[in-house]
């Protein structure tokens, strides 16, 4: 018989989820007694990824923020503006420097263990949750687990699941092209070929720039068609010239308003995108990940079983019937946001997506939608 270890609590997965947790852990006194043990298959030395916020001030991860904008650019056929965002700025923290930083602080702490490898499978025996891994066999009173797969919400259909999928270039120019100082947040200029498609340019310098081609719908794209769409529109919208590819970032982020809560148990809780942390109508999920964690550790405190914590507020219905629209109508969606930004400051847009409008506020941003169309995926839902 293999031997198995014990411990409190298992995080599975370094990410930004099972690291933000990892953290809040040991930087509070309830859990200095508890045995923590943090698994990943990766080593985390990459920067694969790079994560951008809106933010009003300062904030937790300023340290180790590289960037920052104070005017976003939104583009369509019909309608574009360069808006300054104040009190905003929008944020950047590199994947590599969260990762060092986060490590870091986890190095020094006396109950929190890391491990290099791969989590094969999870299961719960009694009370306990056994975790099998590539070298071992582990158990846990408690366990975290921030490995997101698809089926996990596509075995269903009540919910629509769409992907915002991109790939993204980080182009170095030989003539200035960009400006530094206003990120496109999204520009819809490109042609829509029944989806929603847009680009996303995150300029560093005036010849440096992340330019990524990003997709709202079902399916992800060849290679090379997101290779070609980036480079026709290098050329013939930004006119970059001769350019240099020096980092490429690809992912999939699930949009959908599938709770993700029938995976959760007693003492089994997913957490990040794996949870339903990543807001379906957008796919950010790093923010609303470290305004989650509190909850969770306060949750924990409580000792109450772990699904009967509960995110669901009223912005997952507006969601629902956001996904809703774009599953049916995707290649309408650039015609929702050119309505939304034509008519709503990107502060109040910040502020709804942060789900901290008041209910006033809520009603100016859904009446800036085509409501004709919201108002069907309503009648759907209710019937
Ligand atoms: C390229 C990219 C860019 C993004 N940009 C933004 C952004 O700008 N703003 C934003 O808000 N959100 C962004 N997101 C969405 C989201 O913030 C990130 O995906 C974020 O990393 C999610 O955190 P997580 O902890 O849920 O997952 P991850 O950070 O992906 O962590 C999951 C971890 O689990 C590990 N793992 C997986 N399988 C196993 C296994 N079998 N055994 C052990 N370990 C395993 C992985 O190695 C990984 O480290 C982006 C996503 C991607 C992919």
């Excluded at 690809?250 to 957490?271: C, D, Q, V, W």
Aim: charged share 25%; net charge positive.
């Amino acid at each position: 018989m293999e031997k198995t270890t014990h411990f409190d609590y298992i995080i599975i997965g370094a990410g930004a989820a099972g690291l933000m947790l990892a953290n809040a852990m040991v930087n509070d006194d309830f859990f200095s007694k508890k045995s923590i043990l943090l698994l990943d298959k990766d080593a985390k030395t990459s920067n694969d990824r790079t994560w951008c916020f809106w933010e009003k001030g300062e904030g937790q991860f300023d340290s180790i923020v590289s960037k920052t904008w104070n005017h976003i650019y939104f583009g369509s056929k019909n309608f574009s503006k360069d808006y300054a965002i104040a009190p905003y700025q929008y944020k950047m923290v590199q994947g590599i420097d969260f990762y060092k930083t986060y490590f870091e602080t986890l190095k020094d702490s006396q109950n929190v263990i890391y491990r290099q490898q791969e989590v094969l499978n999870v299961k719960e025996k009694g009370s306990k949750i056994l975790v099998k891994t590539t070298n071992a066999n582990y158990s846990a009173s408690k366990v975290f687990n921030s490995i997101f797969d698809y089926k996990m919400a596509t075995h269903q259909k009540k919910y629509p699941v769409l992907q915002q999928h991109f790939l993204g270039w980080t182009i170095k120019t030989e003539k200035p092209v960009f400006n530094p100082d206003q990120a496109t947040y999204m520009d819809f200029s490109v042609q829509q070929k029944g989806n929603t498609r847009f680009m996303y340019i995150l300029p560093f310098s005036e010849n440096e720039a992340l330019v990524e081609y990003t997709l709202f719908s079902e399916k992800r794209l060849s290679k090379e068609e997101y290779e070609d769409a980036l480079a026709n529109y290098l050329q013939k919208k930004l006119k970059c010239g001769s350019y240099e590819i020096t980092e490429i970032e690809k992912g999939s982020i699930p949009m959908t308003a599938y709770s993700f809560n029938e995976h959760h148990t007693e003492n089994l809780r997913y957490i990040g995108t794996a949870g339903g942390w990543a807001k379906p109508s957008t796919g950010y999920t790093f923010m609303s990940t470290s305004k989650k964690i509190p909850v969770l550790i306060s949750f924990l405190k409580t000792g109450k079983p772990l699904n009967e914590l509960s995110f669901k507020n009223r912005f997952w219905f507006y969601d629902l019937l956001f996904l809703d629209v774009l599953a049916k109508r995707n290649g309408q969606g650039h015609q929702i946001f050119e309505s939304l930004f034509k008519k709503c400051p990107p502060q109040l847009i910040f502020k709804f997506l942060d789900e901290q409008t008041s209910l006033f506020e809520d009603l100016k941003f859904i009446s800036a939608c085509p409501t004709t169309l919201f108002l069907k995926a309503l009648f759907n839902r209710l019937i």
